[in-house]
C-alpha cells in the first residue's frame, strides 16, 4: 500500500528565508505527486502536482518541488518565504494508473517569524 | 467556475441526532470524496465515489456513516446518530477521473460539532 511520511510537524522560519519541506513516499511504482497548503479554517489548495517529465515542478505561490526517485522524496521549496506563507502543507500520492486513491501525509505547519 | 461547494460550512448538533452534510461538486468532474479531519488523525479519506457509484468505502467508520451521490452534481453524508467523537472538519473533494491522472479540489469543509 502507499504511504506518505513527512517527518517534520512543525517548522519556523525567518521571514525572507529559504524554505524546504520534506516528504517522502512508499509506493511500488512511480506515483503522481502533490502538495497542499491549508490555511486555518479553509480547505485544501493545491500547490503543484508531478505526473511525469520534468522532475523539477513549479507551482503557484513561489513555490517548487522537485521529484527524486531514488530517494522517493517530493521536497517541497521556497527561495523566500512571506508572512502569508504560514500555513499547514501536506504532501500526498496516488497510484498512476487505476482507482487514484490519494493518501495525504500528516502535514506540516509552518511558522513565519518576522 | 465555481468550486466544491460544501453545507453547512459549520453545525452544532447534540449527541444522538442526525448530520446530514451535502456536496457540489465542480461541474464536469466524475470524481467524488468524502475526508474527514481531526487533529488526532489527520485527514482521511472515508468514501470515494466515480460515475456516482461509491467505489471505495473502506474508511467509513462505522453503520452510523452512510454516503450516497443521487447524480453528478450532489452527494451527502449522513451520521446517524452522532456522537461527540464525530466532531470534526469533513471535507468533499471532486476530480475528474481519466485515468492518467487527476487533481483534487477541495471545498471549504463542513466544521462538525456534536456536544
Known amino acids: 500500500a502507499q504511504s506518505v511520511t513527512q517527518p517534520d510537524i512543525h517548522i519556523t522560519v525567518s521571514e525572507g528565508a529559504s524554505l524546504e519541506l520534506r516528504c517522502n513516499y512508499s509506493y511500488g511504482a512511480t506515483p503522481y505527486l502533490f502538495w497542499y497548503v491549508q490555511s486555518p479554517g479553509q480547505g485544501l489548495q493545491l500547490l503543484l502536482k508531478y505526473f511525469s517529465g520534468d522532475t523539477l515542478v513549479q507551482g503557484i505561490k513561489g513555490f517548487e518541488a522537485e521529484f527524486k526517485r531514488s530517494q522517493s522524496s517530493f521536497n517541497l521549496r521556497k527561495p523566500s518565504v512571506h508572512w502569508s506563507d504560514a500555513a499547514e502543507y501536506f504532501c500526498?500520492?496516488?497510484?498512476?494508473?487505476?482507482?487514484?486513491?490519494?493518501?495525504f501525509g500528516t502535514g506540516t505547519k509552518l511558522q513565519v517569524i518576522p | 467556475d465555481a468550486g466544491v461547494i460544501q453545507s453547512p460550512r459549520h453545525e452544532v448538533t447534540e449527541m444522538g441526532q442526525e448530520v446530514t452534510l451535502r456536496c457540489k461538486p465542480i461541474?464536469?468532474?466524475?470524481?467524488l470524496f468524502w475526508y474527514r479531519q481531526t487533529m488526532m488523525r489527520g485527514l482521511e479519506l472515508l468514501i470515494y465515489f466515480n460515475n456516482n457509484v461509491p467505489i471505495d468505502d473502506s474508511g467509513m467508520p462505522e453503520d452510523r456513516f452512510s454516503a450516497k451521490m443521487p447524480n453528478a452534481s450532489f452527494s451527502t453524508l449522513k451520521i446517524q446518530p452522532s456522537e461527540p467523537r464525530d466532531s470534526a472538519v469533513y471535507f468533499c473533494?471532486?476530480?475528474?477521473?481519466?485515468?492518467?491522472?487527476?487533481?483534487?479540489?477541495f471545498g471549504e469543509g463542513s466544521w462538525l460539532t456534536v456536544v
Open positions: 473533494a471532486s476530480s475528474f477521473h481519466d485515468g492518467s491522472g487527476n487533481t483534487i479540489y
Open positions: 461541474s464536469g468532474h466524475n470524481s
Open positions: 500526498a500520492v496516488s497510484p498512476s494508473g487505476g482507482y487514484q486513491k490519494v493518501t
